[in-house]
């Protein structure tokens, strides 16, 4: 089993930027594919980023494209989401989860593992 928990959620200006980081603690991240999700208010779940079990493959949701970057640090068992230019529709639960494929999969039902969510909100 693993355990994650997020952290690094706040309130941010329009424009700004933020770290999110998810701690992983059970067994070792480099045997599952990692992935941000996030909710906005009255909306479904939505994948935003994910890195496959190697690290060596990204994807990213169209509309963060060239303003979010998944890594992560395996030495630390943790993986982090840097948020550049915040925009209001940004606003939302961010969950980190993993998928034991090891493979980046943009639905939810592959991953397993799931963390408690952290806020993140960009006013208008």
């Known amino acids: 089993q693993l355990q994650l928990v997020e952290s690094g959620g706040g309130l941010v200006q329009a424009g700004g930027s933020l770290t999110l980081s998810c701690e992983v603690s059970?067994?070792?991240?480099?045997?599952?594919?990692m992935a941000w999700f996030r909710q906005a208010p009255g909306k479904e779940r939505e994948f935003v980023a994910g890195?496959?079990?190697?690290?060596?493959?990204?994807e990213y949701e169209d509309s963060v494209k060239g303003r979010f970057t998944i890594s992560r640090d395996v030495a630390k068992n943790t993986v982090h989401l840097n948020m550049n230019n915040l925009k209001p529709d940004d606003t939302a639960i961010y969950y980190c989860?993993?998928?034991?494929?090891?493979?980046?999969?943009?639905?939810?039902?592959?991953?397993?593992?799931w963390g408690q969510g952290t806020q993140v909100t960009v006013p208008s």
């Open positions: 989860a993993a998928g034991r494929s090891g493979i980046v999969v943009r639905s939810e039902s592959a991953y397993s593992f």
């Open positions: 059970g067994r070792t991240i480099e045997y599952y594919a």
């Open positions: 890195i496959n079990w190697s690290g060596t493959g990204t």
